[in-house]
């Protein structure tokens, strides 16, 4: 005698999925856009970037401090000399960058610095899109109807932008920053802070990616358990 397999999602589980991935999606892809252009009006504001300090906090001050090969600390509220008629920018620590925090930011530098968040949002709002019609295939009890692997296929490309590609916008905003206050170039004390790859990402990108290989092969069963049409 067989036992009925345990179903592991109940019809209104998948339905409210089905729901909150739908408006999520919607709210992410119409609200980062909106987010974006409204950054690229605040010129002249301004703008926090993320940067790391390449040599000692003595340096900055042109004491002759010893340069550094690693990032240090630098107290919140440091001072540098103004360039033009703007206000000296500021340093504020944060968990993981420090902060450039600097007046006089230009609309290109916003919109590299919003362009992360756009990236971000506008990846997981069709990423949730796609799971979205995922869920519902599921719900209707078509789990390997054609689409659901390009879906997953698709959602995994969405989370590799949204974590690899979106955070090197804000620091190629850093870069113009610096170069605005004239301090890149050979000899700087800060540099941008480069993202370095979320290796957590990826491998969520791998298991999406995995799982799309399943419903492929799972799709695959199903027609040739079908035969020629």
């Keep these: 005698m067989t036992t009925a397999a345990k179903q592991y999602a109940r019809p209104w589980l998948l339905g409210l999925l089905e729901v909150v991935l739908g408006v999520a999606g919607l709210a992410a892809i119409v609200i980062a856009p909106v987010y974006?252009?409204?950054?690229?009006?605040?010129?002249?504001?301004?703008?926090?970037?993320?940067?790391?300090?390449?040599?000692?906090?003595?340096?900055?001050?042109?004491?002759?401090?010893?340069?550094?090969?690693?990032?240090?600390?630098?107290?919140?509220?440091?001072?540098?000399?103004?360039?033009?008629?703007?206000?000296?920018?500021?340093?504020?620590?944060?968990?993981?960058?420090?902060?450039?925090?600097?007046?006089?930011?230009?609309?290109?530098?916003?919109?590299?610095v919003r362009g992360g968040v756009l990236l971000w949002w506008g990846a997981a709002?069709?990423?949730?899109?796609?799971?979205?019609?995922?869920?519902?295939?599921?719900g209707e009890g078509r789990s390997f109807s054609g689409g659901n692997?390009?879906?997953?296929?698709?959602?995994?490309?969405?989370?590799?932008?949204?974590?690899?590609?979106?955070?090197?916008?804000?620091?190629?905003?850093?870069?113009?920053?610096?170069?605005r206050l004239g301090m890149a170039g050979a000899g700087a004390s800060l540099s941008p802070s480069w993202q370095v790859l979320d290796v957590s990402s990826l491998l969520l990108v791998g298991l999406l990616l995995a799982l799309a290989e399943a419903f492929r092969q799972g799709e695959k069963l199903v027609r040739d358990a079908e035969g020629p049409v």
Excluded: H, K, Y
Excluded at 70 to 75: E, F, G, I, T
Excluded at 125 to 138: D, F, K, P, Y
Excluded at 151 to 175: D, H, K, T
């Design 36 to 112: 974006w252009v409204n950054g690229m009006t605040q010129a002249g504001a301004g703008i926090d970037v993320p940067v790391v300090v390449v040599r000692s906090v003595d340096a900055l001050d042109g004491s002759g401090g010893r340069p550094a090969d690693v990032a240090v600390d630098l107290p919140v509220g440091t001072a540098f000399v103004s360039t033009g008629d703007v206000p000296p920018p500021q340093l504020s620590a944060t968990n993981q960058d420090l902060e450039l925090s600097s007046q006089g930011s230009t609309v290109a530098e916003w919109a590299l």
């Design 125 to 138: 709002g069709v990423a949730a899109l796609l799971l979205r019609r995922v869920v519902t295939r599921v």
């Design 149 to 179: 692997a390009r879906c997953i296929a698709g959602s995994a490309v969405c989370v590799l932008v949204a974590s690899q590609v979106a955070p090197v916008l804000p620091r190629w905003a850093a870069a113009l920053v610096l170069e």
